[in-house]
Every structure is written in C-alpha cells, then in structure tokens.
C-alpha cells in the first residue's frame, strides 16, 4: 500500500513527508492503522545524531497506539480489529532478559537502531529506497508493519491518542519511580527534568506515597505543569532543590533523584548524587549522546553514604504487564495522561512539534492521524 | 515510690480491676513515664480473657504516649519532660536483631509475656507486696509506670497524646503490614480481612503505596463504612462475596496481597485469605491467634506449592520503632495519615470495661483512654 510517513535523511535535517510504499506484514508482523503518535525525545536524538541509527534513512516515531488492520502468519496474540500499544521495546517472552522478569531488557532490543525486520530485509520503502524504523516501530506514519513482540493488546475503552503514550514516555517515567527508584510511602523524591518522561516520573513518585516530590526543570511553563501531576515543590536548578533539602528532610535529604532531563550530561549525575542521602538511590532514565562517557560524580559521597546510582531502561517496566496496568489506572483516574497532552499536530507539522519541543512549549505534543 | 492507679488483670477472664498500685523510682537505664494516653488494643483483651498466656498479676495496656517525669541513672534516650511514645518492642540498638535493621524483633522484646524490666524486677506492687509486670514491659493502663528508656520514642510535643500513643501499636502494626511486610507496590490489590484499630491502618498504608483495589472483608457495618473513609475501594461482609468481586475486578488473577487483621486468628481467615490471593503471592497474619491454637488448613498442593504462595508472620509491621514512630507521626502532621479519624471514643481509666465491651461488640475501631 501506498502512505506517508516522516523521515530522515541526514543527521541534523528536519524530518522529510514522503510518500511511503509499504508491504504486507510476513510471518511473525502486524500492520498497524496509527491513530496517534507522541513525540518523544528520542527521535530528537536520532535527529541530530546523538542516537545514530545503523543506516539512515529512517522513518522516525517509536510511541504509538492504533487498530491491527492485517497479521502475517503464525502472529498468534493479535486478530484483525484488536486496539494495540505499540511497545518501544519488544518482548519476545522467551531471551534470559525476559524469561528473568526483564522484559524491558529483551535481546530483540539490540536491533532497535537496526529497524529492519528479523531477516535484514524492510516493509518500508521511501523513493526506491528501504527505510529503517526508530525502534523497529516508525510510528510518524498513519500505517505501519512491525513485529508482533512490539504490539500490546489492548482493551477498546481507552482512546488511542492517550493509550500512545504509554508506549513509551509515560511507562519510563513511572517505572522510573516506582520500579526504578522503588518510592515508598513518606519518601522525599526529587525529580530532574519535567517533561513527557519527568512528568510521570512525578506522578509515579505521587502514587507510590512520596510525599514531598520536588520537581526541578530551568523552564517556569514545565514547573508549573509538573505541580498539576503531583510536584509539592518547584525549583529552576539542581542547586536550588540542594538548598531547600536540608529545611525539607532535616538534614536527612531526599530518598531518591530521578534523572529525566532531555539530555543527560556527565554534571548532572553528579549534582543528583548530592540530592539524596545515606542509602539514597540516583536513577538515570535519560539519553546521554552515545558518545559522552565523562560523568563528574562526588565518589567520596557514593562511598561513604552509600549511594546507588542506577541505570533504568523502559522504567524497568514489563510492556505485556505493564502497559494494560497503567491503562487500568488511567481509567481509574488515578494516572492522569489527557493533562500530558499539550498541542496536537498533523504528521506535515512534526517539525513544528519538535520546534515546540525545543522551546519548552510542550510537555507531550502528539501526532493524530486522520 | 510512689502510688498510682492501674487496670490490672488479677486472673484470666476476669474483668479488668481498676486499683492503687505502689511504684518504685526508676532502677539504672529506666525512667518513669506519666503518661497521659493509653490506646485499648485488642491484645490486652486476648491476656484478660486467657487468649494469650501471659505472667499474672499484669498491668494492661502498652499503647501509651506522656511525659518522661523521672530517669534512673544512665538513662541517654530521654530527659525529663520529653513527650514519648512508648513502642510495644523495646529498641535496645545492640542485640543481632537492632544491629541488621530489625528492631522489631529486639531480643528485649522476650519479656513482654511477663513486663521483667532488663535490670531485673518488677516496679509495680500491690499493698500486699505481689509483684506486677506490665504487659509489654509497659503498663500503659497505669497513671505513671517505670519501663526501660529502650521502650521510650521521644516524640515533638505538638502532637496530641491521643494519637501519639496508637503509634505506639496499632498504627505501624497495620501500616507496615501493607507497606513494609506485604510490600504493596502502586496497582496492587490488597484484600484485608478485618478493618480495627489494626486493620483501618493496613487500609491506610495501602491506600498510601498506592494500591488500585482496597478490598475489606468486616461483617460489622460501622467498620465496612469506616473502612470507606480510609481509603478502602470495595468492601465485603463476608469473604465468599469478596472471592467473587476480587476474581471479577482481577481478570481472573486474583489480589497481590491478603492481609489478616481480624480480632483473633482463626483458621477459616487463613484458608480464605490463602484462596483470595493468585500466583507467586503473599497472606500476611497480623493478628494474634489463641495461646494452644496451632491449626491453620492450607491445601499444601493447590493453595501454597502450585501456586507459590507465601504466608507471612510479623510483628510490629516490620517497623523500627525509632525509626517510623517519628516517620508515621510526620506524615499525620502533613496530612497524609488520619490518626484522629481512628479514635471513636475516649474514655476514663475507671470506664476501661465498658471499654472493651465496646470493642467487643464490634462499636470501635480504637477507644483510647484519658488518664487524669
């Protein structure tokens, strides 16, 4: 079939609408009728090279949500008509990662910035050429072919636009929290960086009963969103947050401090090992460049305070468990994600998106397809 | 020495006994507390009617808050006129226990059957010489009582006495069956059976780490509606409905957690929390059974191998009293944990029995006493 789709050609240009030749899902696909796409950082970072694919060009977008229009053979978990989340990670259910409960970690994850199909070949084709898909996914496009260990059934009742986001932002950010850091009830959490991830870290922190959650981002328009999903307090810098801890926890400060700024940097790791305390825990959730391996830590303070730093992909979430679990609480009410939803934008305006993006105007912008 | 009055229980299933008793001044590392409230927990019940063997003569109670008015020699925990909240588990820091994070298991605790004080002796004594223990090495039915400074929490004096002393018990009790003992994580469905003075706070923590379904199986009314206010998303009057709800609303899969806080053990409470919970999944026994009851039926293939299911003993939640009386008392300042909502009645110590008569049948989720 013929469609359009948002793709890059060169690191550091704009993403390009072209027209899009795609073929019929093989054995062990799925094509997907996108109804929404958000636009996450990530693909900002295939943008300009801070996360190279393999091969270029690609069709961008790796969280999305939709309808399955067509199976190719032996895809056993989905039918024609099913409402899926497409998950950012595949979970095969069968490598070590996943049969040890670290589905997040899935061995399938090691092509994802290969974004070909299982036998090297591609559904995708761009001006006679094969296209790569970010994540295996390519969800900057109304139609897509992926693999069956990507799509997540889902129940009807949720609309797809907000289901979208918990393909990828929302699930990395409350799994930050909740598995990452393990947030008790009474915790004093401090989270860097509020934007489509840092917003549910907040909430995430919110539902596990921290009760002080301080929400640190330089851009007054993210601090004020942070407040309306749980933050108690607001600071512009790492510095100001390290002032008022001491005040805030006497003396004992924060249990955790979650990284999910837009880029990670090596100072950043070092100022969140300063906001927390004896036995505290640093989660890093964001994206430094491939290429940035300095990070300035306070290692006397990781010692002798015995301070964890620890890494955190997907939120260490499970995507079949966790996906239909945090739709569950959206219904509910409990996981608030139509307020993540700043503007909506038309696939041709995804550059305008990423502008807004750039310039602190969006906690989540989302692509809607017609 | 000094006079002071106290419920006693002379003898099992005898009422409690409101009396004048003597009280010695403070041996080396104890101190006298007067203390000002006195939560009534279910457990100075279980020793009055003989459901808990313990050494008698005893004065009851060990859910108290007051004022430190005097100290032995060596005493480094508190000074004179501190508020504290006495903790039910002594803390004395050093044992195997304190010494790897589980002061809730403190080797001191070994004398709360008979209130021995570590420096050897009883401190109460009735006008003909008997020596008194105080149930928990407390007392707290007694206007004044000397206890270890290692049962002493200093606590900031803008709390209320009243609430202070369920920190003493009841609170961490429940609050760390669901937080720290089932480890309810944000999504879980917590089923807790029996919604008092323990379980309200099981309801609490829950409600706190975030759980998605708070199912409380009471069959008394005022509780299942109390138990609405703390948090409790669906409640039960009887375990074979919420069987039904929890399969429903679990897609099959059955709750993360089950959680006993009834009055007194039983074996039905077991086997149905056993059946309500679903694979790789946690019964949490809270509450006390009685003295010679050893019979709890679990189909061992079904309910616990095949399904890998844990059962799970504790006390005092697996708080640290040091640590979390402090902790919980801050998170009732900032609003986060209803104290005040878990009091239904106050009583004076003369009314101790119609007290727990109100417990008794079921009109209470927590009496506390005001001493003079």
């Not at chain 1, 409990?334 to 602190?360: A, C, F, I, K, P």
């Not at chain 2, 019940?45 to 430190?68: F, K, N, Q, W, Y």
């Not at chain 2, 008394?220 to 074979?240: E, I, W, Y």
Request: with cysteine.
């Amino acid at each position: 079939m013929k469609t359009q789709a948002a793709v890059l050609w060169e690191y550091g240009q704009d993403w390009q609408i072209e027209e899009l030749e795609l073929d019929d899902p093989r054995e062990g696909e799925v094509l997907v009728r996108l109804a929404a796409s958000g636009l996450c950082h990530s693909d900002e970072h295939v943008r300009v090279g801070d996360l190279p694919m393999q091969a270029l060009p690609v069709i961008g977008g790796h969280e999305g949500a939709g309808v399955v229009e067509k199976v190719g053979r032996n895809v056993t978990t989905v039918a024609e008509g099913d409402h899926c989340v497409l998950s950012y990670i595949p979970a095969c259910g069968r490598c070590p990662s996943c049969a040890q409960g670290h589905q997040n970690l899935c061995d399938e994850g090691a092509e994802l910035a290969v974004g070909l199909a299982r036998d090297g070949t591609a559904r995708h084709h761009v001006r006679g050429q094969d296209a790569r898909l970010m994540c295996l996914l390519g969800t900057f496009a109304p139609y897509t072919v992926c693999r069956e260990t990507s799509v997540i059934k889902i129940k009807e009742d949720v609309p797809l636009d907000k289901a979208a986001l918990v393909g990828c932002g929302v699930t990395t950010g409350w799994g930050t929290a909740v598995y990452g850091a393990e947030v008790s009830p009474g915790d004093t959490v401090v989270v860097l960086g509020i934007g489509g991830v840092g917003a549910n870290a907040v909430q995430g922190a919110r539902i596990a009963g921290a009760t002080q959650i301080l929400a640190v981002d330089p851009s007054p328009f993210n601090r004020e969103q942070a407040k309306r999903f749980g933050a108690t307090h607001t600071f512009a810098s790492a510095a100001d947050a390290r002032a008022a801890l001491p005040d805030l926890t006497r003396g004992r400060m924060a249990n955790s401090a979650l990284i999910t700024v837009d880029l990670a940097t090596g100072a950043i790791l070092g100022d969140a090992i300063s906001l927390v305390g004896k036995l505290g825990t640093v989660v890093l959730a964001s994206l430094a460049s491939v290429t940035d391996d300095r990070a300035v830590v306070p290692m006397f303070e990781v010692t002798a305070f015995q301070k964890r730093i620890v890494g955190s992909l997907f939120g260490n979430a499970n995507p079949r468990y966790d996906i239909p679990k945090l739709l569950d609480l959206y219904r509910q009410g409990d996981l608030l994600l139509d307020e993540l939803v700043t503007r909506t934008y038309s696939l041709d305006q995804v550059n305008q998106g990423y502008d807004d993006m750039r310039t602190h105007r969006n906690i989540r912008g989302v692509i809607r397809y017609p | 020495m000094m006079r002071t009055r106290a419920a006693v229980i002379w003898e099992a299933g005898k009422p409690f006994d409101v009396t004048e008793l003597n009280l010695d001044e403070p041996a080396s590392g104890e101190v006298r507390i007067r203390f000002a409230a006195a939560g009534m927990c279910h457990s100075d019940l279980h020793v009055r009617t003989g459901d808990s063997v313990c050494r008698l003569p005893m004065v009851a109670g060990h859910e108290g808050a007051g004022i430190v008015d005097a100290v032995g020699e060596g005493v480094t925990r508190v000074r004179i006129g501190d508020h504290v909240v006495c903790s039910f588990i002594p803390v004395c820091g050093t044992c195997r226990y304190c010494a790897t994070g589980r002061q809730n298991l403190c080797d001191q605790g070994a004398q709360m059957q008979t209130g021995l004080l570590p420096a050897g002796g009883f401190r109460f004594h009735d006008d003909a010489g008997a020596d008194l223990g105080g149930f928990c090495m407390l007392g707290t039915f007694s206007q004044h009582a000397v206890v270890s400074q290692w049962s002493c929490v200093p606590i900031d004096k803008d709390i209320p006495f009243d609430v202070a002393a369920l920190v003493g018990c009841g609170v961490p009790t429940g609050w760390g069956a669901s937080v720290n003992v089932a480890g309810v994580r944000a999504g879980d469905t917590v089923v807790i059976f029996g919604a008092g003075g323990v379980g309200m706070n099981a309801v609490q923590g829950a409600r706190h780490a975030g759980a998605r379904h708070i199912v409380v199986v009471d069959p008394v009314l005022f509780k299942r509606d109390s138990a609405l206010r703390f948090g409790a998303t669906h409640v039960f009057a009887d375990a074979a409905s919420a069987q039904d709800a929890v399969a429903a609303m679990t897609r099959g899969q059955l709750a993360d957690h089950a959680i006993c806080t009834v009055g007194v053990l039983e074996a039905e409470v077991v086997s149905r929390a056993a059946a309500i919970i679903g694979k790789g999944a946690q019964v949490t026994i809270t509450s006390v059974g009685r003295t010679g009851d050893n019979q709890i039926q679990l189909a061992a293939n079904g309910a616990v191998v095949g399904f890998q299911r844990r059962i799970q003993g504790h006390v005092f939640g697996m708080c640290s009293p040091v640590h979390d009386i402090p902790r919980l008392l801050r998170l009732y300042r900032e609003g986060q944990l209803m104290l005040d909502e878990l009091i239904t009645r106050r009583y004076r110590l003369d009314e101790i029995n119609q007290g727990y008569q109100d417990l008794d049948d079921g009109k209470l989720i927590r009496g506390v006493i005001l001493h003079d």
